[in-house]
């Protein structure tokens, strides 16, 4: 059940990775640490729910490979994309003797890998590192390709840079431990990527919404290799979001300014599949999309369970103002990825102000 996904970018060999997907790859990696960095510092970044999990196998692990690696664990959460938690980072990684040649771990979710990966950007003007994703978004979206940061006070991902991990290592074992709405935050990203890119992907997952568990190891695996290759050859593509990558921000841009007006109360997942919908319906609306692709995507995703509405309790015109405050506006509208149809999206579509408000009503 091995799987190994190469991603080539362009500028020399050393910038290419593999991503390795296998249930119990968690096992192997000080053995794939050590076949290339033996001898080289290694620092492990992590959160505490992490930590308590896995920190101390992969600690022991790491001590039996010959190494003498540094635990660095920041609390759970978004806050932990911060600018004080990030310099708390770079001081235990230059007080514990940091080279250029050392490796950082980034292990944990999406908030680990953004953390690690940018401080591992930054530090010494970049070292490597090998990100090892344990919650279901982060193995599917934010483990791949590169783009690393934190947060500002202003807004979510405003500084941070693009560095490619060296190594990436996905053990679908761990998300049995990961708690269902965090498990359900991943599927959004999943489904966003299948209607995007890839109708017969979608098909699979909508015909198979009740194998979406943790516990269906052989399924679960097959779903996330079929993501990540989705995801790796559109950064293969187009690494700096030039053009094609947008369309992996379908859904994100109602889910966005969703996310800002809740406060962070919903997951991003969560506001992702409430943006899909709504987005859905506004490319529906506009002739783009049938109304038959616009029902199977909110089925698909009311199937597992994630949100499909705007809740009762958002403040409308704070989502629009947030909407606002979006970068990617043309002639005063805001664009959005739009599909055409389950699996083929647009990108770059302004749409009229009288229309977003009226799916946000
Ligand atoms: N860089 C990118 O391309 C990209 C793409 C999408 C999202 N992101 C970022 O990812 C972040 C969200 O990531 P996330 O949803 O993974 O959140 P997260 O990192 O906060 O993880 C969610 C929760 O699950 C816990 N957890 C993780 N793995 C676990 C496991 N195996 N067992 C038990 N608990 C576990 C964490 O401790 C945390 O409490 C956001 O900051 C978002 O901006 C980045
Ligand atoms: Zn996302």
């Known amino acids: 059940m091995k799987r190994i996904i190469p991603v080539r ?18 096992a192997q990696l000080p053995a794939l640490v050590a076949s290339r960095w033996k001898g080289r510092g290694v620092y492990v970044i992590t959160d505490a729910n992490v930590n308590r999990l896995y920190g101390r196998t992969v600690m022991h692990g790491l001590r039996d490979a010959g190494f003498d690696p540094i635990l660095i664990d920041v609390p759970a959460g978004e806050e932990s994309k911060s600018i004080g938690i990030y310099y708390g980072v770079l001081t ?14 980034a292990l944990g979710g999406g908030v680990v890998g953004d953390l690690a990966g940018f401080a591992a950007a930054s530090v010494l003007r970049g070292v490597e590192f090998v990100q090892v994703p344990t919650s279901l978004l982060a193995q599917v979206d934010s483990s791949v390709g ?37 498990f359900r935050n991943g ?14 992907f979608f098909a699979l997952l909508a015909r198979n919404t009740a194998k979406l568990r943790p516990t269906e190891t052989p399924f679960l695996t097959r779903v996330i290799a079929t993501a990540v290759g989705l995801k790796a050859a559109v950064v293969e593509k187009d690494e700096r979001e030039a053009g094609l990558r947008k369309v992996l921000n ?5 889910g966005h300014a969703i996310e800002t007006a809740s406060d962070f109360a919903l997951r991003h997942g969560e506001t992702v599949a409430i943006g899909m919908v709504l987005e859905a319906r506004m490319a529906a609306t506009m002739g783009l999309l049938s109304i038959d692709h616009l029902m199977r995507i909110t089925q698909a995703l009311e199937a597992v369970g994630l949100p499909t509405r705007m809740p009762g309790t958002l403040n ?20 959005f990825v739009l599909l055409k149809a389950v ?6 579509v302004p749409v009229p102000d009288a229309l977003i408000r009226s799916v946000l009503a």
């Open 9 to 26: 970018l362009p500028g020399g060999r050393d910038r290419s990775y593999r991503i390795q997907i296998a249930p119990g790859a968690l």
């Open 92 to 105: 235990a990684l230059l007080e514990n003797k940091v080279r250029r040649g050392s490796v950082i771990i």
């Open 146 to 182: 590169g783009k690393v940061g934190i947060d500002h006070d202003l807004g979510k991902n405003l500084i941070g840079a693009f560095h490619q991990p060296s190594l990436v290592v996905i053990d679908p074992l761990v998300l049995k431990t990961l708690p269902p709405r965090e």
């Open 187 to 200: 599927l959004a990203e999943i489904f966003k990527i299948a209607a995007a890119l890839d109708p017969k």
């Open 250 to 254: 379908l859904g994100h841009t109602l």
């Open 316 to 335: 409308m015109k704070r989502v629009h103002s947030a909407l606002a405050l979006d970068k990617k506006v043309k002639d005063g509208m805001p664009l």
């Open 343 to 348: 699996g083929s999206s647009a990108i770059d």
